[in-house]
C-alpha cells in the first residue's frame, strides 16, 4: 500500500506544531500575566519553567512507552493530554492554577517532539529524511512564526487565556488525522520489558532539584542556604542515577551513549543555545512591552520577521545537511544568533524600528543555520539501536537548559534591576541595563558553544535504518 508522505509529514507537523505554537504565544503574553497576577519577574518565569521542566521529566519515559505501547498509541495519547491540558490553562484563574496546568501540558508534550523525531526517522529513508526533518521542522516554526503576532492580536483583544484555547482545536483536527495517515504504524510490534523506576525517580530529583535551586538565587542570594540545599540534592541525585544507570540494561537511559564524543558535543551545544535562546526569548517581550512601550499586537508583529527568516531557512538547511558537513552552518548560526543578542542588548527606546526588525531578521537566519543541522548531527552521531534514545535525550538537554536559561537569565535581570534601583537610578534606566546584562550573557553563551560545535560528526547522511514502504 502506498502510504501518503505529505498526509504523514502534515499529521506529525500538527502534533509539535501545538507545541512551539504554545511557547511562543505564552512569551508574549507575559508581561500582560505579570501585570494581571501582580508578581514578580521571578515568579511569572514559572509560567514557562514549569512547563518546560515538567515536559523533561516525562521525555525520559518516551523510549519505554515506545516499546510498551508502540509509535502510534503514544502519540495520539500525548495529544489527547497536551489538548486537555491546554483547555485547563484558559481556565486558570491565578498564578498557582496556570502553573499546576501549565505541568498537564507538559505531561502530554514531553513525549510529542522526541516520539514525532524517531517516528520520522523510522518511517523515511536515509537518502530523503534530511529533507523531510527540514520540512517538518519547517511545519513546526509556523508556530513561532505565527505565534507572537496571533498571540499578540489574541492577547489584545480577547485576553490571554484565548492564547492557550486555540491548541484545542488544532489538537482534535491531529487526533482525527492521526487514524487515517498513521494507522499502518498500529501494527508496530510491542514490546513487555521492566520499567527502571528507581532511575526515573533519580532522573526527576535532580531536574527538579536543579530548577529549584535556579529559582532561589534571587531570594537566597545572601545566604545561600536554600540554593546550596538544592543544588547538594541536585547533584547527589545525578551521581546516583548513573552509578545506578552504568550497569543496566533495560534502564532510562544506556549512559554509555555518553562516551561518544560527537554525541555529548551535540548535546552540548543544544545545551548551551537552548540556554541562551530560550532565556533570550524570555526576555525580549519585557524589552519590547515595558520598556519600548509596543502594544501586544504590534510587540507581536516585531517577532514575525525573525519567525518568518526561521521558516524560510529550515527547509534549505535541511538540505544543505544531506550533502555536507553540519559543523560550518552550525558556527555560523551560533555566531550569528550571539551578534543578535548584542543588539538586542543594545536596543532602547529611541532605537529605530527598522533596526529592530533587521535584528530579528537576523535572528531568524542564525536559527535555521542552527536548529535542523544540529538535530541531524546528533541523529547522525549514534548507532541504530540508540535513535530513540539519542532523540529523547536531544529534548531532554534541550528543555531542562532552556528552562535553566530562562531561570537564570530572570534572576540576572531582577537583581541588576534591583541593584541600579538602590542606587537611585531612574526606572528605565535599570531596566534596560538589566535587560542589557541578561542579552549579554546570553551572547557569551552562545560563543561558548562554538568549541562543542567543532567536535560534532561531520557526517552528510544519517546512519538510521527505517522500516521499508
Given at each position: ?17 501545538m ?20 508578581v ?36 495520539v ?15 486558570s ?25 524517531a517516528?520520522?526517522?523510522?518511517i ?29 492580536i ?68 545572601v545566604t ?31 549512559i554509555?551513549?555518553?562516551?561518544n ?44 520577521p ?97 528552562a ?15 541593584y ?50
Amino acid at each position: 500500500m502506498q502510504r501518503s508522505k505529505a498526509g504523514i509529514l502534515v499529521t506529525l507537523m500538527l502534533g509539535t506544531l501545538m507545541a512551539s505554537l504554545d511557547s511562543s504565544i505564552v512569551n508574549i503574553s507575559l508581561p500582560v500575566m505579570q501585570e494581571q497576577f501582580g508578581v514578580r519577574m521571578d515568579e511569572v518565569q514559572w509560567v514557562v519553567t514549569a512547563y518546560m521542566i515538567a515536559f523533561s521529566v516525562f521525555m525520559p519515559l518516551t523510549s519505554w512507552l515506545k516499546n510498551r505501547i508502540g509509535f502510534f498509541n503514544l502519540y495520539v495519547i500525548s495529544l489527547s493530554i497536551f489538548t486537555f491540558g491546554s483547555l485547563l490553562c484558559s481556565m486558570s484563574e491565578s498564578l498557582e492554577w496556570l502553573v499546576a496546568s501549565r505541568v498537564i501540558q507538559a505531561i502530554g508534550g514531553g513525549a510529542l517532539q522526541p516520539t514525532v523525531l524517531a517516528m520520522l526517522t523510522y518511517i523515511f529513508p536515509p537518502e530523503i529524511r534530511g529533507k523531510m526533518l527540514g520540512w517538518w521542522g519547517f511545519g513546526v516554526v509556523l508556530g513561532p512564526a505565527l505565534g507572537p503576532t496571533l498571540g499578540g492580536i489574541l492577547t489584545q483583544h480577547l485576553g490571554w487565556p484565548s492564547i492557550f484555547y486555540i491548541n484545542v482545536p488544532i489538537g482534535v483536527i491531529a487526533f482525527a488525522m492521526s487514524y487515517y495517515f498513521l494507522g499502518f504504524m498500529r501494527r508496530q510490534e510491542k514490546v513487555r520489558q521492566w520499567f527502571d523506576t528507581p532511575g526515573f525517580l533519580l532522573l526527576t530529583v535532580f531536574l527538579i532539584s536543579l530548577q529549584l535551586g535556579i529559582s532561589r538565587l534571587e531570594k537566597d542570594s545572601v545566604t545561600l542556604y536554600g540554593i546550596i540545599a538544592y543544588f547538594a540534592v541536585s547533584l547527589f541525585a545525578l551521581v546516583f542515577f548513573i552509578l545506578w544507570e552504568r550497569n543496566r540494561v533495560n534502564g532510562i537511559y544506556d549512559i554509555r551513549i555518553f562516551r561518544n564524543v560527537r554525541f555529548v558535543s551535540a548535546l552540548m551545544v543544544t545545551a548551551v543555545r537552548s540556554a541562551a535562546l530560550f532565556g533570550g526569548v524570555f526576555l525580549l517581550p519585557f524589552l519590547l512591552q515595558r520598556h519600548m512601550h509596543f502594544s501586544e499586537m504590534d510587540a507581536g508583529l516585531l517577532l514575525l520577521p525573525g519567525s518568518i527568516s526561521l521558516a524560510i531557512l529550515m527547509p534549505i538547511s535541511g538540505s544543505w545537511v544531506d550533502r555536507h558537513s553540519p559543523r560550518g552552518i552550525v558556527v555560523a548560526g551560533l555566531l550569528l544568533l550571539a551578534a543578535t543578542m548584542l543588539l538586542f542588548g543594545r536596543t532602547d527606546a529611541g532605537t529605530a524600528v527598522w533596526m529592530i526588525i533587521f535584528t530579528m531578521f537576523l535572528r531568524g537566519v542564525g536559527l535555521g543555520c542552527l536548529s535542523t543541522p544540529i538535530t541531524v548531527a546528533t541523529v547522525n552521531s549514534v548507532k541504530p539501536s540508540l535513535i530513540t534514545q539519542a532523540s529523547s535525550l536531544n529534548n531532554l538537554v534541550l528543555q531542562v537548559a532552556g528552562a535553566s536559561g530562562v531561570g537564570l537569565l530572570s534572576v540576572v535581570h531582577q537583581q541588576v534591576r534591583d541593584y541600579y534601583l538602590g542606587h537611585h537610578f531612574p526606572e528605565d534606566k535599570a531596566e534596560h541595563m538589566a535587560l542589557q546584562y541578561g542579552f549579554t550573557v546570553s551572547a557569551v553563551l552562545l560563543v561558548c558553544a562554538v568549541l562543542p560545535a567543532l567536535f560534532i560528526s561531520p557526517q552528510k547522511k544519517p546512519k538510521v535504518q527505517t522500516v521499508s514502504e
